[in-house]
């Protein structure tokens, strides 16, 4: 129904200029200046109440004066007159703002308060605005540049979003040079207002762009920003880079943008999960983009590398060890076929080493038997230009091997004059070729993360496990009690107690305030007993003395209660003691100590953390981190990114631990992570693991009242899979019907529920002739946003394979937030059976629990059924419009 709400930024048909300006050097006079000289087909409109014209154009003396339509809005002035031009503006009609000015939130208290006062206008009239403190939009295919830049941009397929001008206007001279063509250009400055995830989501529909380059200095609204990027990564590559990885960097990127910035491992963690991929320098920016856009993709990470000279083997072997890239295994097959083509001397390894003198035949061979092993996912080729080499010849012979083969090839032809006619072959062949061997391997390394993190994306967890349910409610109630009590560390009871609430093992405990009752404690529990201070002031209770552990004799007890108390009155005088804890003493002589936790970002809230355990936590620093909700398999891949990880499977004379308990325990961490906001820090340290299971020997929970967001999972930047509204029902026949939320999975039943619908279904569906689902459209449809589209599927499973889709109902919200645009689907064996009004009925509710007022859509006027039931769900013809064809209706849901 309704176009993208940016389309006015990217795609305008009428520009003002507010600002413009004779005056060279002014960024009036740039920006009007690019938009005459880029080519606009547009009408442009000079602002100036100074002038009559400016540059040969006629100008206004305001927005009100222009007596004609305005998409949008340039401006170009001092800061403290732009809410006045905004009001104006909107009282015009104008449908877009692009404000370069800076002199906002960069600038301190009053700067943010202008910022907000016309981000503030902004949304009263509903006008999108980017910037403000940006240098503006560029549109090479239609010849909009709304930038000061000096350099201009060619037309190509590659967007550049970026929140620093300085940035863009460095990168977009070097691409002149180049000869590197962009479908967008986008310096979004402070991201008032349009920021990340809305640009995302207007390219990731731009059918210009096939893939994204972000550079990202902070995030201002982290469920915006990972929601386009989801959405925007679901359908074509996206490659970020990101400034302030170091502290000194982070001070700086805040002062340009005031944009919150987060901890830069929890950055690397979430766009992992949203499936696009990190470099870290531009020269990586570039490549990766180049890499990616071609369309070369790899089933695994494993790299074999063929190489004429060691050196470059070595050089690229070190490359991948450090991106943490595997070399190949070589099958036995394999090395046994290389021996019979090779010269006895070559290396028996990846790197296969074919030595200085190897001819056209030896790469071809060579690269053909590697290419067969089912142990390589993608090859390398590197070649050095020796005395008897052939570069040219030996470039035919690896294009002609990988012709026979669907796994990547990358070449990496070292030199200048010698090889660039191979290079050329490798271009026109649509082999990836590079400069150096660290290139190639780090291309490779691309394409193996961006396949790792696709796999992270189509991950669509729950809130709970499968397992059994947690008492949420009593875990809240222990809370709420330390809230009201002003306290925000909880006592060792009560973080045990929240721990065995999720079903997390915990060691049994007694807490004792004298040295008499911590001996009775220790033969109850029994000896050998561990003791340690029990303070809501005393977060760790090593560096005050307040840990006594493997106590065996009685006598020992009442010595050490005595100590310890001591101890920590000299050490620690202010603190609040509330006792001594005791605990049996866990021999448990296989067992691992692992720390898992949750701590709050500043910017993508909760996140879970896992790695070694014990005092020495800081030390070894084995730690890795991930966005909650986590499934096993988000869980697994967490565990094995640690160094911890190998020490967990069998090691020496320690049997294999248990795995799957140690998986249980992050899932629940991760179920109170979305289930209870108030938790700041969660820190299980340690946790044993071992053969048997796990156990938790001691916890510290930090708590804090919850913000005012009303949204069930609004602490969270991922909402989770909503399980809450699965539910059954029954066709007339007994037929069990599962409805539920799509999910990423069933991207093979709705392939093929569209496929099995006549012509007719699908035209009324799609409004267009439409065979099959495109993969772009395939992934669109079933991997979603939860938290700003649904899809709730009908569907018959008996628990086989056969699952059968009968129906499927979804909404887009607008970007009004207030509104959304539906579709009905339902299978033509499987209609008039009451389907699609429980599908839309409970979409409907879904709809108008997250606060959509009205829901809307286009209905075909030959499509007498959809409107007969859309009649009997309360919808009404909304209007008519210029198509007679396409009917619209409407309804209210709150």
Known sequence: MQGHFLNKVFEPSSIAVIGASEREGSVGHQVLYNLVQGGFKGAIYPVNPAHDTVQGLPAFRSISAIDRPVDLAVIAIPARHIAGVMREAGEHGVQAALVLSAGFGETGKAGVARQREIVDIARTHGIPLVGPNCLGIMRPGIGLNATFARSGARDGHVALVAQSGAFCTALLDWADHEGFGFSAVASLGATADIGFGQ????????????????????????????????????????????????????????????????????????????????????????????????????????????????????????????????????????????????????????????????????????????????????????????????????????????????????????????????????????????????????????????????????????????????????????????????????????????????????????????????????????????????????????????????????????????????????????????????????????????????????VFGPVISFGAGGTAVEVFADNQVALPPLNEYLGRELIGATRMARFLDRFRNLPRADHEALLNVLQRVSEMACALPEILELDINPLLVDEDGVIAVDARVVVAPPSNNIDRYGHMAIHPYPTELVGNWQLPNGTEVVIRPIRPEDAEIEKAFVENLSEESRYFRFMQKLEKLTPLMLARFTQIDYDREMALVAVVDDGSDAAEMLGVARYVTNPDKASCEFALTVSDEHQRQGIGQQLMRRLMAVARDRGIDIMEGEVLATNRKMLALTERLGFRVARGGDDMSVVQVRRHLI
């Open 199 to 602: 640009v995302l989501d207007y390219l990731a529909v731009d059918h210009q762009t096939r893939s994204i380059l972000l550079y990202v200095e902070g995030i201002t609204d982290a469920r915006s920003f990972l929601s386009g990027l989801r959405v925007a990564a679901r359908l074509k590559p996206v490659i970020v880079v990101k400034s302030g990885r170091s502290d000194i960097g982070t001070r700086a990127a805040v002062s340009h943008t005031g944009a919150l910035v987060g901890s830069d491992r929890v950055f690397d963690a979430a766009i992992h999960r949203a499936g696009a991929v990190r470099v870290h320098s531009v020269g990586e920016l570039l490549s990766a983009a180049t890499i990616l856009a071609s369309g070369t993709r790899v089933e695994g990470p494993r790299l074999a590398i063929v190489t004429n000279g060691g050196g470059p083997g070595v050089m690229a072997a070190d490359r991948a060890s450090d991106l943490n890239v595997p070399l190949a295994e070589l099958s036995e097959a394999s090395i046994a076929a290389l021996g019979k083509v090779l010269p006895p001397f070559w290396s028996h390894s990846d790197p296969v080493d074919i030595l200085g003198d190897a001819d056209p035949a030896r790469y071809g061979a060579a690269a053909d038997i590697i290419l067969s092993d089912h142990g390589v996912d993608g090859l390398l080729v590197l070649l050095t230009p020796q005395a008897m080499t052939n570069p040219t010849a030996c470039a035919e012979a690896v294009i002609e091997a990988s012709k026979k083969h669907a796994k990547p090839v990358l070449a990496c032809w070292m030199g200048e004059s010698l090889v660039a006619q191979g290079r050329r072959l490798f271009s026109a062949a649509g082999i990836p070729n590079f400069r150096s061997p660290e290139a190639g391997v780090n291309a490779f390394g691309y394409l193996a993360s961006y396949r790792r993190n696709q796999a992270a994306l189509l991950q669509a967890p729950g809130p709970l496990s499968t397992h059994r349910e947690p008492d949420v409610e009593g875990a809240q109630l222990i809370i709420e009690n330390a809230i009201g009590e002003r306290r925000e560390l909880l006592s060792s009871p009560e973080s045990r107690a929240i721990l065995n609430a999720f079903h997390i093992p915990t060691a049994p405990s007694m807490t004792v305030n004298s040295a008499a009752d911590a001996l009775v404690a220790a033969e109850t529990l029994g000896l050998p007993v561990a003791m340690k201070i029990n303070s809501p002031d005393i977060t760790h209770k090593s560096d005050v003395g307040g840990v006594r552990l493997n106590i065996r004799e009685p006598r020992t007890v009442r010595t050490a209660y005595r100590e310890m108390m001591d101890s920590v009155a000299r050490v620690a005088p202010n603190a609040r003691i509330i006792g001594v804890t005791i605990e049996p003493m866990m021999e448990r002589p296989n067992a691992r100590e692992i720390m898992v936790g949750i701590t709050r970002d500043a």
